[in-house]
C-alpha cells in the first residue's frame, strides 16, 4: 500500500517538479537574453554618443575656423592691403561651408597661414621704416 502511494505521488509529483525546472530554466534563459540585449542597447547608445561627441567636435573645430577667419578678415581690414587675397579667403570659407572636405580644410588653413605670414611681414616691414624713421 505504502508502495502504491509513493508510486502515485510520484507519477503525479515528479512531471510537475521536471516541468517547474524547466519553466525555471527558461526563465533564467529568458533573464539571460533580456540583459545581453540591455548590454547591446547600451553599447549601441554609448556608440551613439561617441558618435555625437565626435560630430560636435567637428562642429566645434568648424566654428573655431570660422572665428579665426573673421579675425582674419578684421585684421585684413583694419590694415586694408591684399583685397585679392580677401575675396579668396570668403570664397574658399562659402565653399567650406558648402562641402566639409579634408582638402579643401586643408588648402585653406595652408592660406590662412600664408596671409598671417604676410601680415607678419608687412609689420616687421613697418617696425623697419618706424625704427629708420626714428634714426
Known sequence: MIILITLIILITILPLLLLLLLLSLLL???LLLLLLLLLLLLLLLLLLLLLLLLLLLQLLLLLLLLLLLLLLLLLLLLLLPLPLLLLLLLLLLLLLLQQQQQLLLLLLLLLLLLVLLLLLLLLLLLL?????LSK
Open 28 to 30: 533564467l534563459l529568458l
Open 128 to 132: 623697419l621704416l618706424l625704427h629708420q
